[in-house]
C-alpha cells in the first residue's frame, strides 16, 4: 500500500459503521474548525446503510454542524428518488431525514431525467456553484465515501466504460449494461482523486476476491484508479471481505 493509503479491518460490519461514522465526525469538525463547511459526497449500495444509520444517532449526529454541511451524491441511477433502488432514497432514510441539515444543501443528481447528459451537466454546475469553483477548476471535496463493486467498479465507474478516460467533465451519464439499472449519473475520476479523503467501505465474504485484486495486484480496474492525488486513500473493510488480504502487502 502507498504511503498515502491505509487499510483498517473491521471485526464485523457493525465495527465498520462505528469506525466510518467516527472518520466522518472527526473530519467534519476538522473542515468546519479549518474551512467553515464540511463537503460530504456519500455512496451508494448497500453497505454505507449502517454507516449513515450510526452517524445519524444523536451521539455522533450532535457532533456535527449540519448547518455548515453540504451533502453529494458520488452515484445515482435512473429511478427516482422515492425508488427502492434509489442511492438518495437509502441515504435520505438512514441519514438525512434524522439529522437537522437545511434541505438546500444537499444535492441530489436527478439521474430519473430523460435526458441524462442534461442531468449530468446539471449536477456538474450544482457542484460548481457550491463550491464556488470557475470553469476547469476541480472541487475538492473534504470527504468522498465510496463502495467497492465484486468487478472492480465503484460509483457508477465500470470496468471497459469509455467514462473512465473522462478528464474534463466533472460529472457524467452512463449506460452499463449489466447493471441492475442500466442508467446512471457518476461521478468521474477528476473529481474522486481532487478530493482531499476518499473512504471506501466494504463488507462481507463475495467482496474478498475483488479486495484482493484491486489492493494487492496492480489492477486496473475502476476502483484501482481512485488514487487521490493531494489526499488521503482510506480503505475500511470488515474481516470477511479482507480475509484474502495479506496485510503489509497492499499495492
Ligand atoms: C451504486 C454504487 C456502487 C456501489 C457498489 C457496492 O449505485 O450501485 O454506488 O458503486 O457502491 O456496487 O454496493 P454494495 O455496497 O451494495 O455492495
Redesign the pocket.
Known sequence: MGSDASLTVCPDPAALAEAAAQLVVDAAGEAVRERGRFMLCL??????RATYARLAQPELSGRVRWDRTWIFF????AVPPDHAES?YRMAHESLLSCVPIPPGQVLRMRAEQPDAEGAAAAYAAQIAGAFGTRRGELPRFDVVL????VDG????LFPGSPVLREVFRTVAAVHVAAARIPQ?VTLTFPVLNAAARVVFLVAGPEKAKIVKTVLVEQSTLPAAMVRPTDGELVWIADRAAAALHPVGEVR
Open positions: 455512496a451508494g449500495g448497500e453497505t454505507p458520488g452515484d445515482e441511477r442511492n465510496l463502495g467497492l463493486g467498479h465503484t460509483a457508477s446512471r
